[in-house]
């Protein structure tokens, strides 16, 4: 059974109440996670965890339970911090809000820039963003932690406090002399992980301005936003854009090449297998879901030119793949919707069996059932903008 979770009165608390508070819901979390409900799907989260090296030990256990308790999805989509939730109607209104604050957690590098009082005031090198954080075993926790070092750490929010965080899960501290190390870490998660970068509403703003900029050149040197080539001419034409971009961008710097900017010679794009193997590859430019690579994209083409190719199983079955595809966003269909507007909905009736379906009717309702992930949050720029203090940590 879960550890019993004792409620206290009123909302209006000290920041000290707030972060005791927060230690014993946490406590009580991590308490539910490793109760015997939870047992056989922990299990299975540890071992997919700890892949083919065997066992998890110490601050590799502790962080993996912690990401159980705050991430890990059930088949029904619920997460065990739901299910907790679910358990205990009789949590005050501000003990639910500071959980609800906690299914989206902050993972990152942070610079440790000071301590104040018994908190911790670290810079995200990913988001660029400052976080004063406090731990559950109080300052005690922080002290053996390398002046101006580093920590990787998972960080959660004392609500209702905007500027509070409690460390969730281990922490592992870098000393200063590991900074080349360290930022280049966070460079390869910022990259891999752009969703992390874009915490940071400027960091937004700046990669939807450049990538308006990356697209305004595409269009120019490629004359136009969509092209449909073989998988090889589509490879060099793409690596001919940016090589282009990077003769430009050199032009404008200074003669001594910076050492983060790659040589006009070095491949910036190859097509994966999957891509590699098809007749055609579609490359679309667009404003709001960026550079994008469609398989087999010109019998795709062809089949809404003439929806008599329906009957056909091999375009059927692409059109099929691309609705059934969890990579393919909305954005072919709706394309191709507006470039064939008079034969777009013989091809779906023909394709979907449904001799009544129109594309003004029924499309988006279509898009929203097959490509649901898709609109589950708001649009992102496709790039990762790197923060002023990575950048310097980087260019040493």
């Known amino acids: 059974m879960a550890p019993r979770v004792m409620n206290r009165g009123g909302d209006e608390r000290s920041l000290a109440c707030l972060v005791e508070r927060s230690a014993e819901l946490k406590r009580a979390l991590v308490g539910f996670a490793l109760s015997s409900r939870m047992e056989r799907h922990l299990e299975r989260f540890i071992s997919e965890s700890a892949g083919p090296h065997g066992a998890l030990i110490g601050d590799e256990a502790i962080d993996a339970i912690d990401r159980f308790a705050l991430l890990y999805r059930f088949p029904n989509g619920k997460t065990v911090l739901d299910q907790f939730l679910a358990g205990w109607p009789d949590l005050s209104a501000a003990d639910r809000e500071m959980l609800r604050g906690w ?23 990913i988001d660029d963003l400052e ?57 390869e998660l910022a990259t891999r992980l752009p969703e992390l970068v874009h915490r940071n509403h400027r960091n937004v703003e700046q990669a939807w301005q450049q990538m308006r900029a990356e697209r305004a050149a595409f269009v120019d040197f490629c004359g136009g936003d969509e092209l449909v080539l073989p998988p090889a001419e589509a490879q060099e034409r793409i690596n001919a854009f940016y090589r282009d971009r990077q003769e430009a961008a050199l032009d404008g710097r200074a003669a001594r090449r910076p050492p983060n900017i790659p040589g006009v010679d070095v491949l910036a794009f190859e097509l994966p297998p999957e891509l590699a193997d098809a007749d055609t590859i579609g490359v679309i430019y667009d404003e709001i879901d960026g550079l994008n690579f469609y398989n087999e994209y010109g019998m795709l083409r062809d089949l809404f030119a003439d929806p008599a190719l329906a009957s056909d199983k091999r375009y059927a079955d692409v059109l099929r793949g691309y609705l059934r595809a969890e990579t393919i966003g909305p954005l072919p269909f709706r394309r191709l919707a507006v470039s064939h507007p008079q034969t777009v909905d013989a091809v779906f009736r023909k394709i979907l069996r449904q001799p009544h379906f129109t594309w003004a009717e029924h499309g988006e309702a279509l898009l929203r059932r097959s490509k649901s992930w898709y609109f589950e949050h708001e649009p992102r720029p496709n790039r990762t903008v790197i923060g002023a203090r990575l950048s310097e940590l980087i260019s040493r």
């Open 103 to 125: 299914r989206d957690p902050v993972d990152g590098i942070f610079e440790i820039c000071g301590k104040e009082g018994d908190s911790l005031i670290l810079l995200n090198l």
């Open 131 to 187: 976080y004063r954080a406090y731990s559950n075993m109080g300052a005690a926790a922080f002290r053996p932690l390398p002046k101006h070092g580093f920590v990787y750490a998972r960080l959660v929010p004392i609500g209702p406090v905007l500027d509070a965080w409690l460390v969730s899960g281990s922490m592992r501290s870098y000393r200063k002399s590991d900074a080349t190390q360290v930022a280049q870490v966070a460079l």
